[in-house]
């Protein structure tokens, strides 16, 4: 029962759709401090469903549930739900959809793999978050602080 860890491509999503998550990202981040939390996030959705849509980001994507997300958390949201099963095109309108402001959907298989491996002692999901810092470092697609 191995994993593909040889086959990073497969793990990640692509980079043109990682430049569309960090531009997201981005769009929240408002003062670029490299995280977002929920006031911030209120802002960006304002009135469309904002605390619903809020909690339900927070819900899956802040899995330390510190009240910030990382661009790194962010990202490997991103990988996670490429490795659940949904395909580049389903991640890229769904993609497009936060890009206009429009409703978080909730990936139930997602969903169902955080609170698994909320379970384990060394969890695949900081092992995700840890491969995203190193690439954003490689890469010059998000400028950090």
């Known amino acids: 029962m191995g994993t593909c860890s040889n086959r990073p491509e ?15 990202f981005q769009k929240i981040d408002v003062q ?9 996030t209120l802002q960006f959705w304002k009135s469309n469903f904002a605390k619903i849509n809020t909690d ?6 802040d899995y330390h549930k510190s009240g910030n997300i990382t661009v790194q958390e962010w990202l490997a949201f991103w ?15 769904e993609l497009d959809e936060l890009q206009q402001g429009k409703a978080w959907v ?13 379970q384990r002692h060394k969890t ?9 810092k ?12």
Do not use: C, H, P, W
């Open 10 to 24: 497969q793990k990640q999503i692509s980079e043109n759709l990682r430049l569309k998550a960090i531009m997201i």
């Open 32 to 40: 670029n401090k490299g995280y977002i939390d929920k006031e911030r």
């Open 56 to 61: 339900a980001l927070f819900s899956q994507v």
């Open 79 to 93: 990988d996670i739900v490429k490795q659940q099963g949904y395909t580049e095109q389903e991640i890229s309108d």
């Open 106 to 118: 909730q990936f139930q298989k997602v969903e169902a793999f955080i609170r698994a491996d909320t």
């Open 124 to 132: 695949q999901i900081d092992q995700i978050v840890q491969m995203e």
């Open 134 to 145: 190193k690439s954003l470092l490689k890469s010059k697609s998000f400028n950090q602080n």
